[in-house]
């Protein structure tokens, strides 16, 4: 069975960190690039981070960039996210882009004092 799942998502003050995870199964998962979206109430799907299949080449969008680290290793990508602002409450989903895109279920990321 195709899918991603994700984990580590939860509640946390503004400056603090989160790592979620994105665990891939039932495909060949170096085939793929990997991405990291969120979204936020009332707003469009935002696309945050990308990683290659070969993990050489990393992108950041610019609200993000120098505070979240995108990784992966043999079947799961990673997003460090540091300095976590209010702005970066949202859910997060894991995105496998190749011959099919998959889409995991996401999770909530909510930072709040």
């Known amino acids: 069975q195709v899918q991603l799942v994700e984990s580590g998502g939860g509640l946390v003050q503004p400056g603090g960190s989160l790592r979620l995870s994105c665990a891939a199964s039932?495909?060949?998962?170096?085939?793929?690039?990997m991405n990291w979206y969120r979204q936020a109430p009332g707003k469009e799907r935002e696309l945050v981070a990308t990683?290659?299949?070969?993990?050489?080449s990393t992108i950041y969008a610019d609200s993000v960039k120098g505070r979240f680290t995108i990784s992966r290793d043999k079947n799961t990508v990673y997003l460090q996210m540091n300095i976590l602002k209010p702005e970066d409450t949202a859910i997060y989903y894991c995105?496998?882009?190749?011959?099919?895109?998959?889409w995991g279920q996401g999770t909530q990321v909510t930072v709040s004092s």
């Open positions: 990683i290659t299949r070969a993990g050489g």
């Open positions: 995105n496998a882009n190749g011959r099919i895109n998959i």
């Open positions: 039932g495909f060949t998962f170096s085939d793929f690039v």
